[in-house]
T-cell receptor, first 115, second 114 residues
Framework: DTGVSQNPRHKITKRGQNVTFRCDPISEHNRLYWYRQTLGQGPEFLTY????????KSRLLSDRFSAERPKGSFSTLEIQRTEQGDSAMYLC?????????????FGEGSWLTVV | AQSVSQHNHHVILSEAASLELGCNYSYGGTVNLFWYVQYPGQHLQLLLK??????LVKGIKGFEAEFIKSKFSFNLRKPSVQWSDTAEYFC???FGAGSYQLTFGKGTKLSVIP
């Protein structure tokens, strides 16, 4: 499968613990995104990388959240001191910056439940 | 503020009925428009997209959408739905030329009754 890959797919953690999610984008895609989706809502933008540079962060991304893409390939999203409000699906997506528009492809997501 | 609205939260249709899901956005500049579908237990999949040119775009599985700039709308249509179309449908917009960020509507859940 050459789509966007995310792991773990499901994570249950106690409040206050740290969690980390990994995303492997489609090969050669230079843009990588993180979104968050809660029940009954559409995905909300969190952050965006072009290659290894993090170019934008949403105000939704509090200082407990950090994302990296160290070599411009895979990315990690870490949530420190998790809160119950962090429970959501965390979606990774990727695209290729080129002509003809920017089509974004999503992974299957990582479900986070904070208890 | 830029926003995307999907007016129908839940649509229930019988098989072979025609489908139209509404999507409106608020922004006066250049937009790129998308419809994504999320089947139960699966990830978001791209149905179709509009960047420029013919405002009537055709996507996968017999879906089409029409961009009406004057109405700031991008409605999704299918002439005859099937039970397998049961899913949640999301309209998404990127605002501004060269924008990389998608703003999603809240989604419309479609239930097709056999």
């Amino acid at each position: 499968d050459t789509g966007v890959s995310q792991n773990p797919r499901h994570k249950i953690t106690k409040r206050g613990q740290n969690v980390t999610f990994r995303c492997d984008p489609i090969s050669e895609h230079n843009r990588l995104y993180w979104y968050r989706q809660t029940l009954g809502q559409g995905p909300e933008f969190l952050t965006y990388f072009q290659n290894e540079a993090q170019l934008e962060k949403s105000r939704l991304l509090s200082d407990r959240f950090s994302a990296e893409r160290p070599k411009g390939s895979f990315s990690t999203l870490e949530i420190q001191r998790t809160e119950q409000g962090d429970s959501a699906m965390y979606l990774c997506a990727s695209s290729w910056r080129g002509t003809g528009g920017n089509t974004i492809y999503f992974g299957e997501g990582s479900w986070l439940t904070v208890v | 503020a830029q926003s995307v609205s999907q007016h129908n939260h839940h649509v229930i249709l019988s098989e072979a009925a025609s489908l139209e899901l509404g999507c409106n956005y608020s922004y006066g500049g250049t937009v790129n428009l998308f419809w994504y579908v999320q089947y139960p237990g699966q990830h978001l999949q791209l149905l179709l997209k509009y960047f420029s040119g013919d405002p009537l775009v055709k996507g996968i599985k017999g879906f089409e959408a029409e961009f009406i700039k004057s109405k700031f709308s991008f409605n999704l249509r299918k002439p005859s739905v099937q039970w397998s179309d049961t899913a949640e449908y999301f309209c998404a917009v990127s605002f501004g030329a060269g924008s990389y960020q998608l703003t999603f509507g809240k989604g419309t859940k479609l239930s097709v009754i056999p």
